[in-house]
């Protein structure tokens, strides 16, 4: 079992519509989330970072973290279609991350 | 931009070669990893460097191997070149772990796209 599990998709949706992205950990020690967004062929770039459990709003972005489920989300509101690219979640382990295998979301003009 | 820089951008190796990657760190930052992304496939850490010290280390080969500098830019070094190193080798710098709740952000760069025929 990988330590991040993260549904590879890919996900497509219309313009507009609300987008959820998830990945679960084994691991309950972590305690540093984070997402990434790739677009393809370029480097990720860092979205959103969360520590412990809760949410965090950035934007159009909302991070959320239960780590009682051990289960992160990612959600997107009113998506675009320059939101289209692989979102990675990632956990920090000491001094390392630790990514889940990324999910395509394509958005639909 | 994260300011964080990587050359070359691409590059094609023979099996058996021996290829040099290169990372400038973002400005402050005094720690730099070194990630391996294959195809699909989320980075896997592969090193890291602080202090011009490997001081963590992924599940990868000695063959892999690295320097950091006295201005903190980065080498990636693969020996012995396999097909399987063919793979996009990220850079990402930070400034130094100290956990806490604000903890640190990693910042990356875009990359060095390997192809081993």
């Known amino acids: 079992q990988k330590e991040v599990e993260q549904d590879p998709g890919p996900l497509s949706v219309p313009e507009g519509a609300i987008v959820s992205l998830n990945c679960t950990y084994s691991?309950?020690?972590?305690?540093?989330f984070m997402w990434y967004r790739q677009y393809s062929r370029k480097g990720p770039e860092l979205l959103m970072y969360?520590?412990?459990?809760g949410n965090k709003e950035d934007g159009r972005f909302t991070a959320q973290v239960d780590k009682s489920s051990k289960y992160i989300s990612l959600f997107i509101r009113d998506s675009q279609p320059s939101d289209s690219a692989t979102y990675l979640c990632?956990?920090?382990?000491?001094?390392?991350?630790?990514f889940g295998s990324g999910t395509r979301l394509l958005v639909r003009p | 931009e994260t300011g964080v820089t990587q050359s070359p951008t691409h590059l094609i190796k023979t099996r058996g070669q021996q290829v040099t990657l290169r990372c400038s760190s973002q400005?402050?930052?005094?720690?730099v990893s070194w990630y391996q992304q294959a195809l699909g496939q989320g980075p896997q850490f592969i090193f890291q460097?602080?202090?011009?010290?490997?001081?963590g280390r992924g599940n990868f080969p000695p063959r892999f191997s690295g320097l950091q500098f006295p201005n903190y830019s980065s080498e990636l070094n693969v020996n012995a070149l396999e097909l399987d190193d063919s793979a996009l080798y990220l850079c990402?710098?930070?400034?130094?772990?100290?956990?806490?709740?604000?903890?640190?952000?990693?910042?990356f760069g875009e990359g060095s796209w390997l192809t081993v025929v």
């Open positions: 990632a956990m920090r382990s000491s001094y390392k991350l630790i």
């Open positions: 990402a710098s930070s400034t130094t772990w100290t956990g806490g709740r604000s903890g640190n952000t990693i910042y």
């Open positions: 460097y602080y202090r011009e010290e490997e001081n």
């Open positions: 969360t520590y412990s459990s």
């Open positions: 400005s402050g930052h005094n720690t």
């Open positions: 691991n309950s020690a972590f305690q540093y």
